[in-house]
């Protein structure tokens, strides 16, 4: 039974984690076109997706505790991989199937969220250059003291050299 509910969790999982890769998705066109409102929108959802992800991870957690003591091992190691190793060949089958569709959906995510991440520099990077363009710098309004001095340094060129 503990098996059965383990599974359960694990599909549970692979579909938060597929909803996230869709909210990924969407994130990269908001991102593209600059949708600021919309890209409000799935940040809000992401950030429910990974919440009830952080609950089913907490339910699998245990599941895979209630498994091992069962089998009377040690709950050092609580991994999917450890339970597999403990069942017979066809136990193993749609937990394994299970498990290869969430290692490939969180593989999935961490591609698309690195570039999406990378898209997010880029955009902060123009905003930099943008303010930089658009606003002078300080140093501009400064007074110096001697202004014939400054002005007589900034006609010189770096390449003015003696021969």
Request: hydrophobic share 35%; with cysteine.
């Amino acid at each position: 039974m503990e098996l059965h509910q383990l599974l359960s969790t694990l599909t549970e999982l692979v579909q938060v984690h597929r909803t996230l890769n869709e909210l990924a998705e969407q994130k990269k066109e908001c991102l593209l076109k600059q949708d600021i409102s919309n890209l409000d929108t799935i940040v809000r959802l992401e950030n429910k997706a990974v919440h009830r992800l952080q609950v089913l991870e907490g339910i699998r957690a245990k599941q895979v505790s209630q498994v091992l003591v069962t089998e009377q091992l040690s709950q050092k190691d609580q991994t999917i991989s450890k339970v597999l190793e403990l069942l017979d060949e066809d136990e193993k089958g749609p937990l394994l199937n299970v498990y290869q569709q969430l290692l490939q959906e969180v593989t999935l995510l961490k591609q698309k969220n690195e570039q999406n991440q990378l898209l997010i520099e880029d955009a902060l990077q123009y905003v930099h250059v943008s303010l930089d363009v658009l606003v002078p710098s300080v140093d501009d309004y400064k007074y110096t003291g001697n202004q014939s001095e400054t002005a007589a340094e900034s006609n010189r060129s770096i390449f003015d050299s003696k021969a």
